[in-house]
Every structure is written in structure tokens, then in C-alpha cells.
């Protein structure tokens, strides 16, 4: 098994490539070149969240072969077990999905790569919490404000 805060480093990671891709997405509208960096940076959040998820089922040298880590997320998912690979196969069906919506192929491409990378975190954090950085500060202040704004 791998240390839970190496773990969470990788969670961590994809939070931070999550909220990169957001950015660039935001200013694909008017700089096209922006749509290629988001999409790669939704690919290695996705990717990030995998190898989480790999490592923390099967220690750190999981996420590697042939000392290179593995960055084929179908490679990723295939080294998942039980709840965590069920869900990231119902995240790569979800992403697929999601694109049909778009006819546009490289934007079809970006939007397949933010549904899979958000999906996998949603997934992610709802069935394993305790791979994420613990929230219950940040989650409190939140539903307090909420109920003060009520």
C-alpha cells in the first residue's frame, strides 16, 4: 500500500490541472491555441486521478512500466480494482457521451476530456473522500455561510 499523502499529491495535482484547463478554456474564445492546452490539461488531471486512485490500491510502483510512468489513462483504469475502476469506466463512458453533444471536433475532443476529468473527480471523491485532502473545515465555513444567507 502507498502512503495516503502521496496519494492525496497526486488528488492534489488534479485538482490543480483541473482548475489550469478552466483557465485555458475560458480563453479559447478568443485565443484559439488555448483549446489545445485545456484539453491537455484535462487529459492529466484525469490522468492524475487515476494514478491517485492506482497507488493508493497498489503502491506507487503500479503507476510506472518500464520506469516511465504510465500516461495512457485506458492503461490506468485497467490497473483499478472494484469500486474505483467501475467508476472510472462509467466516467470514460459519461466523457464519451458528453461529446457526441459537439460537433466541432477539436472542441468535441476538449469537452470529452473535461467530462472525464470532472467525472472521475466527482466519482472519485464520493467514493474514496479519504483520498482527498480532508475538506471538513473548508465544507463547514461553506453550509455556514449558506444557512446565513438563507
Given at each position: 500500500?502507498?502512503?495516503?499523502?502521496?496519494?492525496?499529491?497526486?488528488?492534489?495535482?488534479?485538482?490543480?490541472?483541473?482548475?489550469?484547463?478552466?483557465?485555458?478554456?475560458?480563453?479559447?474564445?478568443?485565443?484559439?491555441?488555448?483549446?489545445?492546452?485545456?484539453d491537455?490539461?484535462?487529459s492529466?488531471?484525469?490522468?492524475?486521478?487515476?494514478?491517485?486512485?492506482?497507488?493508493?490500491?497498489?503502491?506507487?510502483?503500479?503507476?510506472?512500466?518500464?520506469?516511465?510512468?504510465?500516461?495512457?489513462?485506458?492503461?490506468?483504469?485497467?490497473?483499478?480494482?472494484?469500486?474505483?475502476?467501475?467508476?472510472?469506466?462509467?466516467?470514460?463512458?459519461?466523457?464519451?457521451?458528453?461529446?457526441?453533444?459537439?460537433?466541432?471536433?477539436?472542441?468535441?475532443?476538449?469537452?470529452?476530456?473535461?467530462?472525464?476529468?470532472?467525472?472521475l473527480?466527482?466519482?472519485?471523491?464520493?467514493?474514496?473522500?479519504?483520498?482527498?485532502?480532508?475538506?471538513?473545515?473548508?465544507?463547514?465555513?461553506?453550509?455556514?455561510?449558506?444557512?446565513?444567507?438563507?
Open positions: 500500500m502507498s502512503n495516503l499523502d502521496d496519494v492525496r499529491e497526486w488528488m492534489a495535482e488534479g485538482d490543480r490541472l483541473l482548475a489550469e484547463a478552466y483557465d485555458y478554456l475560458h480563453g479559447s474564445d478568443s485565443d484559439p491555441a488555448q483549446l489545445a492546452l485545456a491537455h490539461a484535462f492529466r488531471a484525469a490522468q492524475a486521478y487515476l494514478a491517485g486512485g492506482v497507488e493508493s490500491q497498489h503502491g506507487a510502483e503500479a503507476t510506472m512500466q518500464a520506469g516511465a510512468p504510465v500516461e495512457d489513462a485506458a492503461e490506468l483504469v485497467r490497473r483499478l480494482d472494484g469500486r474505483l475502476r467501475g467508476e472510472a469506466e462509467a466516467a470514460q463512458q459519461s466523457g464519451g457521451r458528453h461529446a457526441l453533444t459537439h460537433a466541432d471536433s477539436d472542441r468535441s475532443r476538449t469537452e470529452r476530456a473535461r467530462a472525464f476529468a470532472e467525472d473527480r466527482e466519482r472519485f471523491s464520493y467514493v474514496a473522500p479519504e483520498l482527498f485532502t480532508d475538506r471538513t473545515d473548508t465544507d463547514r465555513e461553506q453550509a455556514h455561510v449558506l444557512s446565513r444567507s438563507r
